[in-house]
Nanobody, 118 residues
């Protein structure tokens, strides 16, 4: 069971970027899925989270610029980032609270670097 993230890279301020993450393996169900980020020298922080029912929550610093979405049938979660700012530069990690046939786990993706710079 694993999460695979993709979509990071270099983006200019005011541009847009979409991160995707797919869960694979023997997963019975996934409750919450989310995106976290960790900037150099800082602690990992929550960016956005979405429940299996579609309820969302965002960090104050990204509200209005970021949209989280998921496809329950495909066990995927995405993060659309519009008008990114240099302060959004960080390694982004996806997370899934999954129930597998061997128990419940908090799964983490490998991290994808987002650099916002002109």
């Amino acid at each position: 069971v694993q999460l695979q993230a993709s979509g990071g890279g270099l983006v200019q301020p005011g541009g847009s970027l979409r991160l995707s993450c797919a869960a694979s393996g023997s997963i019975f169900s996934i409750n919450a899925m989310g995106w976290y980020r960790q900037a150099p020298g800082k602690q990992r922080e929550l960016v956005a989270v979405i429940t299996s029912g579609g309820s969302t929550s965002y960090a104050e610093s990204v509200k209005g610029r970021v949209t989280i979405s998921r496809d329950n049938a495909k066990n995927t979660v995405s993060l659309q980032m519009n008008s990114p700012e240099p302060e959004d530069t960080a390694v982004y990690y996806c997370n899934a609270e999954a129930t597998t046939y061997s128990g419940r786990y908090s799964l983490w993706g490998q991290g994808t670097l987002v650099t916002v710079s002109s």
